[in-house]
């Protein structure tokens, strides 16, 4: 079985301030890490994904993840938060090593930038 | 070009009615997948298929729910007799085949039943 945690239901920053979003995963074999972004009323976007490489992968909006795989972990961040960031964010996961494409996601973090 | 498009975007149901979704991918999209979010919660997944052959429905909660997607395009999730316990919004994604493939997902289908 696959699950995703986010540990916080919601993080408040200051804009211009860094962000942080937190996700640890589970998953049998190695991981396919996602992240992405709903605003209200509308579909989930794409922000960022991690298939292998580089344990730094950039998205949209300025956004990056870092895969940490002994810590289980892919941390969404930002160097510098804007009120438009302010949004729900979910982390997904999805096994590499089945034939399984169905992707399971975290409860979510809202983000809340305040001006 | 153009996303994933679902409709109708509300829809409002009175218990035991049936009701219908229909989910149009991106044009040439092999991949398509329903998910159902409850609210406050995250995505979670229903059915896959790969052109019109329905590879997985594992996720389907009961045999009340059923899906297609006859010509490998349009998809339709179909309630039956539905409950309150369904009220939720239904997301369709599409993707490209492949290993790495990333899901795109419609704005939803936001049921209530009442």
């Known amino acids: 079985a696959q699950s995703v945690a986010q540990p916080e239901d919601q993080v408040n920053v200051a804009e211009g301030n860094p962000l942080t979003v937190k996700c640890t995963y589970s998953?049998?074999?190695?991981?396919?890490l996602f992240w992405y972004v709903q605003y209200p009323n509308r579909g989930l976007q794409f922000l960022l994904k991690?298939?292998?490489?580089?344990?730094l992968v950039k998205g949209s909006y300025g956004f990056e993840a870092e895969f940490n795989k002994s810590q289980t972990s892919f941390h969404l961040k930002k160097p510098s938060a804007l009120v438009s960031d302010s949004a729900l964010y979910f982390c997904a996961v999805r096994a590499l090593d089945t034939g399984r494409r169905a992707l399971t996601f975290g409860s979510g973090t809202r983000l809340q930038v305040q001006p | 070009g153009a996303g994933v498009s679902q409709s109708p975007r509300y829809k409002v149901a009175k218990r035991g009615q049936d009701v219908a979704l229909r989910c149009d991918p991106i044009s040439g999209h092999v991949s398509l997948f329903w998910y159902q979010q409850a609210l406050g919660q995250g995505p979670e997944f229903l059915t896959y298929f790969q052109n019109e052959a329905q590879l997985d429905k594992s996720g389907l909660p009961s045999d009340r729910f059923f899906a297609e997607r006859p010509e490998g395009s349009v998809s339709t999730l179909k309630i039956q007799r539905t409950q309150q316990e369904d009220s939720a919004v239904y997301l369709c994604?599409?993707?490209?085949?492949?290993?790495?493939?990333?899901?795109?997902f419609g704005p939803g289908t936001r049921l209530l039943v009442l």
């Open positions: 994604a599409s993707s490209l085949v492949g290993h790495e493939e990333t899901q795109y």
């Open positions: 991690y298939i292998t490489g580089d344990n």
């Open positions: 998953v049998s074999g190695n991981p396919y």
